[in-house]
């Protein structure tokens, strides 16, 4: 695994530099990631990300968040904050209403410090069981 980091890390910084660097591309096949002709990476199967199951009535959004699962809203309503430590360019959340009930107790997403959601101080979501992807453009949160 070691060997691995560091040969991605010279991939990384190669065309920073001009140099040419030699891939053991066994090594990088053996874990899904591969190289292309133009010498993009890529990878191969699947791809895993964190899942959160959400079962609180408020929550703040981690660096760590990928998906978030809501089972709150077979409870009561939730408010989902989006921390100003995150407004990066290209960060992006999944957040899905996994109980099924967000009509009845809606999902609320709000930036921290007044961020704003498609031009919006909050965004609502309350159809049953959507599931809706959101980004950062460096400023503000779009849903997508």
Known sequence: MKKLLVLMLLM???PCYSATVALDTALLDDHGIT???DGRLGTTGGRFVNVTTVNAATYDILITDEILHVTYTATGAITITW???QITRGR???IT???GNAETYNITLEGESGELINGEATAE???DFDSID???DGTNLFIR
């Open 12 to 14: 990384i910084a190669a």
């Open 35 to 37: 190289v292309n002709t």
């Open 83 to 85: 921390p100003t430590a």
């Open 92 to 94: 992006a959340v999944t």
């Open 97 to 99: 209403d996994g109980s």
């Open 125 to 127: 979501f309350t159809g």
């Open 134 to 136: 959101i980004y950062c």
